[in-house]
């Protein structure tokens, strides 16, 4: 199970907590989500069985949550979507950086983690 | 609700990735049907981290209302986005006294080698159990469902 938790450091913590509508599938089997009550956007969301629905998660985020950029410290990453941010999570937790060090495809074009975990995880199925 | 015997106080649980773990057991409960569910440090632990983490601590001391999710639920699924027999959802309705109203409360047991164990408890949306999004509620298998709730409160 992977459960990833969005913050914002400039927006306080609630003094009761809080009150959200609580965990909702979306359109694949094996990704919900939590919306922060005060902005309506997902702030956390849970994948039961990623090591097995990793592609169709990564699918899901990338098709229905594309429009926020996330800083993920742990990661070292800024800025990125958030299937790069599953993607690292993947990598890490799942294929417990087995995966050989990322290097960038060329230098006019971005690294994607997202495409170097699935074809990682693609050759290696 | 119960202490572990000695011979239980340690399980081996089996990950996800199929490794063995072994889990240290706070106590033993049983279910709805009188089966046990080892309810685990680890577990413990990782719900308690990400209710902090999810701004949600109120339900921190919902964690002392698993004896009762458990053995009083009011409706158990098992869990459409798992494989049959891996991971089953108790849902009940709970009174959260720092919000001022009721929220359905899920917990999950997973089942591996026919050890069940606690893995997680969060907030569900209102009126609809995991997975009505992606399978027909004809496609949910209810494993257990209480005598005065009705199959349509959850969406089924």
């Known amino acids: ?125 | 609700m119960r202490e572990p015997f000695p011979s239980e106080e340690y399980i081996t649980i089996v990950d996800n990735k199929g490794r063995e773990r072994v889990q240290r057991v706070e106590y033993v409960v049983l279910d709805v049907r009188g089966e046990k569910v080892y309810v685990t440090a680890d577990g413990l632990a990782y719900t308690e981290d990400s209710l902090e983490a999810k701004d949600q601590s109120y339900l921190i001391e919902k964690l002392s209302r698993l004896p009762d999710i458990l053995a009083h639920p009011d409706i158990v699924i098992w869990d459409p986005a798992e494989a049959p027999g891996d991971t089953l959802i108790y849902y009940k309705r709970l009174y959260i006294a720092a919000l001022r109203r009721r929220k359905l409360v899920a917990v999950i047991v997973k089942v591996r080698r026919g050890i069940k164990f606690f893995y997680n408890l969060h907030i569900q949306e209102s009126g609809k159990v995991k997975g009505l999004t992606v399978v027909l509620p004809s496609e949910i298998e209810v494993w257990y469902i209480a005598p005065q709730v009705r199959r349509r409160q959850f969406g089924l």
């Not at chain 1, 990793?54 to 070292?76: C, R, S």
């Not at chain 1, 690292?88 to 960038?104: K, N, T």
Request: zero cysteines; a negative charge.
């Open chain 1, 1 to 125: 199970m992977v459960e990833a938790i969005a913050s914002d450091p400039d927006m306080p913590r609630s003094k009761t907590g809080l009150d959200t509508p609580g965990y909702r599938s979306l359109w694949v089997a094996d990704l919900m989500v939590d919306y922060d009550p005060r902005t309506g956007r997902p702030y956390a969301f849970m994948s039961s069985s990623f090591e097995k629905t990793y592609p169709l998660v990564i699918w899901a985020l990338k098709f229905h949550i594309a429009d926020e950029l996330f800083d993920v410290p742990q990661a070292g990453l800024t800025a990125v979507p958030l299937h790069e941010a599953f993607s690292w999570a993947y990598a890490h937790f799942i294929l417990e950086d087995q995966m050989p060090i990322l290097q960038p495809e060329s230098p006019s074009e971005p690294r994607s983690l997202t495409r170097q975990v699935l074809r990682y995880a693609a050759a290696a199925a």
